[in-house]
């Protein structure tokens, strides 16, 4: 029975989980504790290009979850992150690019055993032409 229950869920995620889909509508899947197992955590502006991060499995600490970046606007060669409360903590994580789907950024991120509440995902992204954009305080909060 609780395979039964978990199949739609499962249905639901996989085919939100292609970049720009999914993000905190009511039909978003739930793991068993009630968080979202998928929730956009946000979208900074820069001139020329946007960055966007959404989780796409729950945040367990001391586990990994699945996260998605992308980039709009310009042509990306890297993108990283990483979780942490502050500038320069947590592990770095290099994205995997998203086959077939330009500017979309998959990330496996370890999330720390004591994860504090006003952790978030600090991203970065280095653009074609060399400029490096990167999150900020306010950017991306794990909530």
């Known amino acids: 029975m609780r395979h039964l229950l978990l199949f739609p869920a499962l249905i639901t995620l996989v085919t939100a989980a292609g970049c ?19 929730q956009v955590l946000g979208t ?27 980039i709009t606007g310009s042509e990306v060669t890297a993108v990283s992150a990483r979780i942490g409360s502050s500038y320069g903590e947590g592990e770095v994580v290099i994205a995997t690019p998203v086959a077939s789907k330009p500017g979309c950024f998959d990330l496996m991120m370890p999330i720390p055993p004591a994860l504090s509440p006003d952790a978030r995902v600090w991203a970065s992204a280095t653009l074609a032409d060399g400029s490096v954009v990167e999150s900020g305080l306010t950017d991306f909060a794990l909530k």
């Open 20 to 38: 720009g889909g999914g993000g905190g509508s009511a039909s978003t899947p739930v793991d068993p504790g009630g968080s979202p197992t998928e």
């Open 44 to 70: 900074r502006e820069v001139p020329g290009a946007a960055i966007s991060v959404e989780r796409l499995q729950p945040v367990v600490p001391g586990a990994t979850s699945l996260f998605r970046v992308t």
